[in-house]
């Protein structure tokens, strides 16, 4: 269906045509982010986190409210990357309750991080305590430096 034929003639319209176009299109030559892509991306702009470095290690903070420790998930991918993934529940419902406002974000939740050359990723450590998420990963020591080579000089 055409709704230009139906004098809808905005920009607003066009890009819904556009769109309903898309979809019917079996050609996929559109580049269009995937579903997984698209949750990822709002799951990881959503979740803000604060991220402290110390002489000895780093620390990466994330408000949890309401999220228990079991919902929580972290990880380590390709060596240097750590995930913080998880999910708040809504609480269900009673019955004769009902809510008047609801604001606060309910659903998947995600963060990466990728860390330094520098960070043990053998000692990592999550602590959640009065709803804040605490990741600390241990930095490793720094390289001894190289102690210059003495060369014996021999007479000929």
Same mark, same amino acid.
């Given at each position: 269906? +055409?709704?230009?034929?139906?004098?809808?003639?905005?920009?607003?319209?066009?890009?819904?045509?556009?769109?309903?176009?898309? &979809?019917?299109? #079996? +050609? !996929?030559? =559109?580049?269009?982010?995937?579903?997984?892509?698209?949750?990822?991306? /709002?799951?990881?702009?959503? %979740?803000?986190?604060?991220? !402290?470095? #110390?002489?000895?290690?780093?620390?990466?903070? $994330? +408000?949890?409210?309401?999220?228990?420790?079991?919902?929580?998930?972290?990880?380590?991918?390709?060596?240097? $990357?750590? =995930?913080?993934? &998880?999910?708040?529940?809504?609480?269900?419902?009673?019955?004769?309750?009902?809510?008047?406002?609801?604001?606060?974000?309910?659903? /998947?939740?995600?963060?990466?991080?990728?860390?330094?050359?520098?960070?043990?990723?053998?000692?990592?450590?999550?602590?959640?305590?009065?709803? $804040?998420? %605490? =990741?600390? =990963?241990?930095?490793?020591?720094?390289?001894?430096? !190289?102690?210059?080579?003495?060369?014996?000089?021999?007479?000929?």
């Amino acid at each position: 269906m +055409d709704l230009r034929m139906m004098a809808f003639d905005s920009p607003l319209f066009s890009v819904l045509q556009h769109l309903h176009d898309a &979809g019917d299109d #079996s +050609d !996929k030559s =559109v580049s269009c982010p995937s579903r997984n892509y698209t949750r990822d991306a /709002k799951a990881m702009a959503a %979740t803000a986190a604060d991220v !402290k470095e #110390s002489p000895n290690s780093y620390a990466f903070i $994330v +408000d949890m409210p309401g999220v228990k420790s079991g919902d929580i998930k972290v990880q380590v991918e390709d060596d240097n $990357v750590v =995930v913080i993934s &998880g999910e708040r529940k809504r609480e269900e419902e009673k019955e004769g309750a009902k809510y008047l406002r609801m604001e606060r974000r309910v659903g /998947k939740f995600m963060r990466k991080f990728a860390l330094p050359e520098n960070a043990n990723t053998d000692k990592i450590s999550a602590v959640c305590q009065d709803g $804040v998420l %605490t =990741v600390t =990963v241990e930095k490793l020591p720094p390289p001894e430096p !190289k102690k210059p080579k003495t060369i014996e000089v021999k007479i000929a």
